[in-house]
């Protein structure tokens, strides 16, 4: 199975909380999780204010909207896997859950850089100086930013999907014959 293939599986898990302008596509939610629910930056006003074009009408939104959640998921899948491009069926259909927070924290990451980043202006100033800095400090705090809290759950997803069966061996005298080894001095 693809990444696109993959991402497809996932699309629905987790989505945005309706404001009466989404499309069934972007507000269905398998988990019954939202990403407004992360983090309070992570709305559906901001990233409108933020996103590039200024003139976006609903449909346009609902598109823009569709490939965020898209990229972020793609993302994750990357995080997850490599570079590899390729995952099997039941790492994706047998584990669709532990993928939940993993997209969550990553579309808080990518609604941050929006904000963050965003050149336009014609906002009022709600997204006051001090509001960015502080965003930019929950996002990259060293070790309890939402990048760092983003990284240890990819560790954790990893650690469930690719765990190994071990079974634990015993072995006697496997290095070096110690049984010979006792003859040889009791001679």
Sequence with gaps: MTFAEAKDILDQRVNWRDNGTLTVANKTTESGRYFQDEH???TL???LACQP???MNDADFNTYLTELRGAAI???LADVFGAENNVTDR???CNVGIFDNAISLRMVIRVSELIITSTRSNRIEKLTKAFVEQ???DVNAKQAGVKATYWKEVERVQKLLFKQERIPTVTAGAYGNYLGH?????S
């Design 40 to 42: 309070s930056a992570v």
């Design 135 to 137: 965003l930019f400090v």
């Design 45 to 47: 006003e901001n990233i």
């Design 74 to 76: 793609l993302q994750v």
């Design 182 to 186: 006792v003859y040889d001095t009791l």
């Design 53 to 55: 074009d200024s003139d």
């Design 91 to 93: 790492e994706i259909n």
